[in-house]
């Protein structure tokens, strides 16, 4: 779907996209880190995973399948699996079927529990993928839970260049030819790190972050005018390239011919809603002369002032209220 675009133009038109991760995918992702053993209902390795919700399926083990939902990860613990160690054959038959019977994506059986045959056939009946881990349920659930929310994570595209800039991921936005890259090389040059250019993947990682990736086709590489396509990594070396780096702040840069419609006393132009969440702005107007380079890196300081706790701004006001008191007569 797509967002729409403030009629201030502080929030840029967002294409947002909706993400999706195969069971299959998921497990080549987790399989070492969790010690994951696929056995069973490898038929179902392509099911989709939409949401990032695992469950602990004890009631539908006892029959109360509408706390199942369909394409969801169920992980089988202590608890769980000590209730089915209980129930005589029959039973047992008919809690495992009640389980596969929900069209849920897999089942994970963790704490290194044994298996009951039972439930090993009816994975392979429905096609549902079957794994088992030594892992403790908690710290399961916990690390697949990271996992499916940094993948499933609603995206967009946004167009500019995004750095860290003394640690902090700032993006660099502006009109064509306004000198975004040629700014962004001489930041790189003071030591500061690229992480994309032109095309900046952002990604809603939680509901107050945003996190912005390198595509992988542009990895490392930045277009300069006059200079063509030049690799970052190759010129100056490991350490001035990132993948990814969560946003926190936008340089938009600004004709000088606009440097009127900004607020003099305070370097912030107002916030860009991207996702959902506000991420502050700075406006800094372009004229031949500036050092923009010195500027941004002012800008990204003063805003982790304002994160501390300091604003410049008001205490300037402050000082001078005080002193235009200390004058009445």
Known sequence: ??????????????????????????????ADRLQLTWISGRGGGDRQLTSDILQK?????????????????????????????????????????????????????????????????AAERAGTPLFT???ASPM???????????????????????????????????????????????LISRGHRLVADDAVEVFSVSPDTLEGRC?????????????????????????????????KLIIHLTPWAQWQEVDRLDMRAGQCNILGVDIPEVRIPVAVGRNLAVLVEVAVRNHILRLRGFNSSEEFAT???????ANEP
Do not use: W
């Open 1 to 30: 779907m797509d967002a729409l675009s403030d009629p201030g133009g502080a929030t840029p038109a967002q294409h947002i996209t909706a993400h999706f991760i195969t069971v299959a995918d998921l497990f080549r992702q987790a």
């Open 57 to 121: 399926p004890t009631l539908a083990l006892i029959g109360h399948l509408n706390f199942v939902h369909p394409n969801r990860v169920q992980v089988l613990g202590c608890a769980e699996m000590d209730y089915l160690r209980r129930l005589p054959p029959e039973a047992l038959n008919h809690a495992v079927g009640n389980l596969f019977s929900t069209e849920i994506a897999a089942v994970v059986v963790a704490n290194g529990e044994d298996v009951p045959a039972a439930m090993v056939q």
């Open 133 to 135: 881990s030594p892992q």
């Open 140 to 186: 399961l659930m916990g690390i697949l839970g990271h996992m499916m929310t940094q993948a499933l994570a609603p995206s967009t595209i946004l167009h500019g260049v995004f750095l860290e800039v003394s640690g902090l991921g700032v993006l660099i936005m502006g009109d064509p030819a306004v000198g975004k890259s040629e700014l962004a090389l001489e």
């Open 215 to 247: 595509p992988a086709l542009l990895l490392d590489f930045m277009e300069v005018r006059g200079l063509g396509v030049i690799n970052i990594r190759r010129l100056f070396g490991e350490t001035a390239v990132k993948q990814k780096k969560n946003l």
């Open 319 to 325: 000082r001078q209220r005080a002193a235009m008191e």
